[in-house]
């Protein structure tokens, strides 16, 4: 019985996210949430195939490997499509024929020696079959860790340089998403190279895998319920965006995450820079909860791009960071005003409506708490 609770905790823990994300789907419709309800069906599949084999359902195994091949060689893949999803306004749909190509043939490829090889042969094909997927596997590991980092990255600053507050809108610390990535490809990847029966006929080996597993497919798929920002919600909001360029008088109707076509030069730059630097110490707009780029290119009626580049250069620092920076020593400016200014009323005086992203800002930026800051 305890065999069968352990082996049937990562199907269980896909299961659950593929119902919660399907509610997410119908609920948002969101592509997003789609991609990654398929990709968490396919993990279901996977872990049910894991679930049969280790409970020795000897009836069924051609069907559950055959399927079980096809879901290990389509999770990575599927799990990328997501990932591009999210991070990437227009790219090759024409991609996931070619991405998922060899969990098509590899699961014909077995499913062929189950159903027309006679035994004498089949278990030979089956090891050539299996290894070859190993193979592919492995290949697919690192393009997606690699691939999948990279896109994470580049989302994130481009977030980062549109607004102060990144809360809901990055992937969820991205951080922590590609660890366990990195720590599911690794497993993965020795679980593969192992092979699944050397973890038959033990109880104690068999657990171990299945709990890790069900542990980081449960952060993953959580991460991913939890994100809702995409990079077409900051498209959409850059085309609600009508900001005029002070040098050409020119309305932008859509303003991209690119750099900006026309060459800003270094003196641009540093004009920009000063007029930034200005209106934010007469008029204080870091105040507005919620300060985005386009609302300062609107205030220097310039184009948002290059309130992000002046920034990015000249500051040397994202948007999100120079905007905390001064909400940061706006608060220290009340504290030393007023010491007896209670922390909810000192987040929010400092253009804060959290306090957990008030504390982590003040100790990012002072290395301290308010309130040991406070006392020292």
């Not at 990654?36 to 069907?63: C, D, K, Q, R, W």
């Not at 499913?111 to 027309?116: E, L």
């Not at 092979?195 to 542990?215: N, Q, Y």
């Not at 002070?246 to 991209?256: A, K, P, V």
Request: a neutral charge; aromatic letters at 12%.
């Amino acid at each position: 019985m305890i065999r069968y609770v352990i082996t049937s905790l990562p199907m269980l823990v896909c299961l659950f996210w593929s119902v919660r994300l399907l509610i997410d789907w119908l609920e948002q419709r969101s592509m997003a949430k789609w991609r990654l309800f398929i990709f968490s069906v396919v993990a279901t599949v996977l872990y049910a195939g894991h679930f049969a084999y280790f409970n020795s359902m000897e009836a069924i195994l051609p069907y559950t490997e055959t399927l079980y091949s096809m879901a290990n060689l389509a999770v990575f893949p599927l799990y990328y499509l997501y990932l591009l999803e999210v991070t990437e306004e227009k790219w090759n749909h024409h991609w996931q024929v070619t991405l998922l190509m060899p969990s098509l043939v590899i699961g014909i490829l077995i499913g062929g020696c189950y159903a027309f090889v006679g035994d004498g042969e089949r278990g030979h094909l089956l090891f050539i079959a299996r290894m070859v997927a190993k193979f592919i596997f492995a290949i697919q590991v690192v393009i997606v860790l690699l691939k999948g980092y990279k896109k994470v990255k580049k989302f994130d600053e481009i977030v980062e340089n549109c607004y102060s507050d990144i809360e809901n809108r990055t992937l969820r610390n991205t951080q922590i998403i590609i660890i366990f990535l990195v720590i599911t490809s690794i497993i993965s990847f020795l679980a593969n190279v192992i092979g699944k029966e050397a973890f038959v006929d033990s109880l104690a080996l068999v657990s171990i895998p299945c709990v890790v597993f069900s542990v980081i497919l449960f952060m993953l798929l959580r991460a991913g319920h939890m994100q809702n920002f995409t990079i077409h919600e900051l498209m959409e909001e850059a085309e609600e965006t009508v900001v005029t360029d002070s040098d050409d008088n020119t309305d932008i109707m859509r303003e991209t995450t690119e750099s900006v076509s026309a060459e800003v030069n270094a003196e641009k730059i540093r004009q920009i820079s000063a007029e930034i630097e200005e209106v934010m110490r007469r008029e204080k707009p870091f105040l507005q909860p919620d300060l985005r780029v386009s609302d300062l290119a609107r205030l220097l009626h310039t184009n948002r791009d290059y309130i992000s580049k002046a920034i990015r250069l000249d500051k040397g620092m994202s948007f999100n960071e120079y905007v905390n920076r001064l909400r940061i020593e706006h608060a220290i400016t009340l504290m030393k005003n007023n010491p007896q200014i209670p922390v909810l009323e000192l987040s929010i005086k400092s253009g804060y409506t959290s306090q957990a992203s008030f504390f982590r800002n003040f100790k990012q930026f002072t290395g301290t708490s308010p309130k040991q800051f406070k006392y020292n």
